[in-house]
T-cell receptor
Framework: AQSVTQLGSHVSVSEGALVLLRCNYS??????LFWYVQYPNQGLQLLLK??????LVKGINGFEAEFKKSETSFHLTKPSAHMSDAAEYFC????????????FGKGTRLSVIA | KAGVTQTPRYLIKTRGQQVTLSCSPI?????VSWYQQTPGQGLQFLFE???????NKGNFPGRFSGRQFSNSRSEMNVSTLELGDSALYLC???????????????FGQGTRLTVV
């Protein structure tokens, strides 16, 4: 079955530290991959997306993600966390088969400690 | 360009009642999807509409229904509300007509439904 797994429902980092949020998917055909961010009481906002081509994708607010086909992963990173990065992050996948437009992971809540 | 607009933002209903939520997509977007977001479950797909037709449906009971109008605005309805229906309901619109797509989905701010 096609699925999206985000490891860690809650990640806590110190301000200035590396942020690493993990996302794995299950599919034999490379899907289209997205990372969204949700601030409290808000909808989801696109951070970045992978389509084809370069496997390292740069997004907004200093975030980037690397697509690794062999590991079926699309982990999100940011070199230096800022207090304003505290939010919930969702990995989303558009699979080549199936009827769901976007399948979301369960989300990872990022806390940034001063 | 206006974003996706969902109304109302907050709603409190009693068990057994029904509720209708509204979503106005970005101008020119013909695909509208609905998701239910609850703590611990993440975002679960409800249904997708394109050109006034329900194209896809998630694994929800028949109490959940929706429709899309000719101007692409969409509504979802939940009948006979249960306490477990309390959630944030999110609407998203896209330009793409394909399910398998790299097109970004734009989300509204959601409607927070509380069932008491």
């Amino acid at each position: 079955a096609q699925s999206v797994t985000q490891l860690g429902s809650h990640v806590s980092v110190s301000e200035g530290a590396l942020v690493l949020l993990r996302c794995n998917y299950s599919s034999s055909v490379p899907p289209y991959l997205f990372w969204y961010v949700q601030y409290p009481n808000q909808g989801l906002q696109l951070l970045l997306k992978y389509t084809t081509g370069a496997t390292l994708v740069k997004g907004i607010n200093g975030f980037e993600a690397e697509f690794k086909k062999s590991e079926t992963s699309f982990h999100l990173t940011k070199p230096s966390a800022h207090m304003s990065d505290a939010a919930e992050y969702f990995c989303a996948v558009s699979f080549s088969s199936g009827n769901t437009p976007l399948v979301f992971g369960k989300g990872t809540r990022l806390s940034v400690i001063a | 360009k206006a974003g996706v607009t969902q109304t109302p933002r907050y709603l409190i209903k009693t068990r057994g009642q029904q509720v209708t939520l509204s979503c106005s997509p970005i101008s020119g977007h013909r695909s509208v999807s609905w998701y239910q977001q609850t703590p611990g479950q993440g975002l679960q797909f409800l249904f997708e509409y394109f050109s006034e037709t329900q194209r896809n449906k998630g694994n929800f009971p028949g109490r959940f229904s929706g429709r899309q109008f000719s101007n692409s605005r969409s509504e979802m309805n939940v009948s006979t509300l249960e306490l477990g229906d309390s959630a944030l309901y999110l609407c998203a619109s896209r330009t793409s007509v394909a399910t398998y797509t790299n097109t970004e989905a734009f989300f509204g701010q959601g409607t927070r439904l509380t069932v008491v």
